[in-house]
């Protein structure tokens, strides 16, 4: 409590330095400068800019200066900022229907997860938080995630009693007990910390986050089961999207989508360079059966099919 406290604090204090106006909006997220998230959201500030001949702004707060994801995920659906980028997996926290998007193996394919992000579905998806606080403007590409370690997996069975970092999602948490591990809720930005002291003995996540937050240097095994393919999204607080004119709102939503599509082909760039870095770095690239990975988490899909919400997302998905 304290530390979100400060965090919001913190948040006060630096948008009263940059002068924050009613056309200026707040985005925080907790990647790097490097990684295409954050890149492509300076695409969708400039956009939001031009659009607007620079009667509206966006001011971006990188490097979890806002606080961890969750912190501004809060801060967001209170009002206290205006948008953030969060991991996907993270908003059914605020919003049960998105858990959606964090069932393993949903995703056949990349291609597969690009359609559904421009579907219609998507744009469902988007706005099912409507009165909690937030909606979403758009996802953006994140990859696909898999663990990370200092020994390889190759099997459910190598992962028996490990303690793995996973975000502050009951899914994931659900997914990675599932494995035989044991699920570790922790912040981003403390996955380092947490390798190198052995609070947690293993993470997930793409390639990227690997490379960019120097997790190469306490993890030399990326196993590739590639459980899930969860995008990241925008999240905007409701507050500040009711102060925003209906056609400020539709500039907003045009650059998010248009940005998009340069995330996207950022993303391709960012994490092909990523591999290559983190080869150079020592790192070993491990296949796995995936196969027995899908197996051991079929019960979640099983469960998510029960519920009529996440069966009516998961049923267009598939049609996609």
Avoid: C
């Avoid at 890149?39 to 200066?65: C, R, T």
Wanted: proline residues 4%; negative net charge; glycine residues 6%.
């Amino acid at each position: 409590m304290k530390k979100r406290y400060l965090a919001t604090l913190v948040a006060a204090s630096l948008f009263a330095s940059v002068g924050v106006s009613a056309k200026t909006l707040t985005l925080g997220h907790a990647m790097s400068l490097e990684n295409a998230a954050h890149k492509g959201m300076v695409v969708f500030a400039d956009k939001v800019k031009e659009k607007s001949h620079g009667d509206l702004k966006i001011k971006i707060f990188p490097n979890a200066q806002l606080g961890s994801e969750r912190d501004q995920a809060e801060q967001v659906v209170t009002g206290a900022l205006d948008m953030a980028k969060i991991n996907g997996s993270l908003a059914e926290s605020f919003e049960p229907t998105f858990k959606t998007i964090s069932i393993p193996y949903l995703f056949n394919s990349t291609d597969h997860m690009r359609s559904f992000m421009r579907s219609d579905a998507a744009q469902e998806l988007l706005v099912s938080s409507a009165g909690k606080g937030f909606i979403g403007l758009t996802f953006f590409d994140s990859g696909s995630r898999s663990f990370y370690s200092s020994k390889p997996f190759t099997t459910p069975e190598d992962l028996k009693g490990m303690k793995i970092r996973v975000p502050e999602s009951p899914t994931m948490m659900e997914m990675i007990n599932l494995l035989g591990a044991k699920a570790t809720p922790m912040p981003f930005t403390e996955i380092y910390t947490g390798l190198q002291q052995g609070v947690i003995e293993g993470a997930e996540n793409n390639v990227s986050s690997l490379v960019e937050m120097r997790h190469t240097e306490v993890a030399k095994y990326y196993s590739m089961d590639q459980h899930t393919m969860s995008p990241d999204l925008i999240i905007i607080s409701e507050a500040a999207w009711a102060r925003l004119t209906a056609e400020e709102q539709k500039i907003i939503k045009e650059a998010a989508a248009e940005a998009l599509e340069e995330e996207i082909k950022l993303w391709d760039q960012i994490e092909g360079s990523n591999v290559a870095k983190a080869k150079e770095l020592g790192v070993q690239f491990v296949e796995v059966d995936k196969e027995k990975f899908r197996e051991k988490v079929q019960p979640m899909v099983n469960a998510a099919m029960e519920d009529p919400k996440l069966a009516y997302f998961i049923e267009k998905i598939k049609a996609l």
